[in-house]
């Protein structure tokens, strides 16, 4: 990947490449969380806070994958 990511982000997208998926509420709590297996599967769920999710976003590290109201869902950028 080749940037430098703190250790959430990295946490992240250590998670993603696991097979954890990221996703993001677009109603007004605007929440982010990590769910295994994809989100909407109904597995484990672990919270990402904005400014993580942004900063990978930003850095573009992450893409988005899927809009479909009220959830986006988002992959890592291929290399």
């Known amino acids: 990947m080749g940037k430098k990511l703190s250790p959430a982000m990295q946490n992240v997208v250590d998670m993603m490449r696991d097979g954890w998926q990221?996703?993001?509420?677009?109603?007004?709590?605007?929440?982010?969380?990590?769910?295994?297996?994809?989100?909407?599967?109904?597995?484990?769920?672990?919270?990402?806070t904005?400014?993580?999710?942004?900063?990978?976003y930003s850095r573009k590290v992450i893409e988005v994958d899927k809009r479909s109201f009220p959830t986006?869902?988002?992959?890592?950028?291929?290399?």
Not at 26 to 34: C, E, K, S, V
Not at 73 to 78: A, I, N
């Open 72 to 79: 986006t869902t988002y992959k890592l950028v291929e290399e």
């Open 50 to 56: 904005a400014g993580t999710a942004y900063a990978l």
């Open 22 to 48: 990221l996703g993001k509420n677009g109603t007004f709590d605007g929440r982010w969380w990590l769910q295994k297996g994809g989100v909407g599967r109904g597995d484990k769920i672990e919270k990402v």
